[in-house]
């Protein structure tokens, strides 16, 4: 029986050997892979930023863009507001 409880813990330590190989060939392949995400997660982490950046600049065309809409919108109405004036006088004195 001495026999048998040995051959179990021996076959036991064997298995368990084989399992402890196993895993650590997955963990040997895992690691690059994780490395490889690491650095894919850095450059979209750049990416991101400079998007970012680009989004401000862009926001900050837009806001000087619809200033300058403004300011020729108010030109506008004053010139139109001058003239509905002249046509007005116009009209007038030919009545």
């Given amino acids: 029986m001495t026999d048998d409880r040995q051959l179990n813990s021996s076959e036991k330590l064997d ?3 084989d399992q402890v190989g196993l895993l650590t060939e997955g963990l040997t ?3 690059p892979l ?5 650095e ?3 450059k979209q982490a750049e990416m991101i930023g400079e998007l970012a950046k680009s989004v401000k600049q862009q926001r900050q065309s837009i806001d000087r863009l619809a200033d300058v809409v403004e300011a020729t919108n108010k ?3 004053e010139a139109i507001k001058q003239l509905v004036g002249i046509v ?4 007038q004195e030919r009545a």
């Fill in 15 to 17: 298995i368990l050997i």
């Fill in 40 to 42: 894919t997660s850095q």
């Fill in 88 to 91: 007005n006088k116009l009209i």
């Fill in 29 to 31: 392949e895992i690691k």
């Fill in 34 to 38: 994780i490395q490889q995400q690491t």
């Fill in 75 to 77: 030109s506008q109405s």
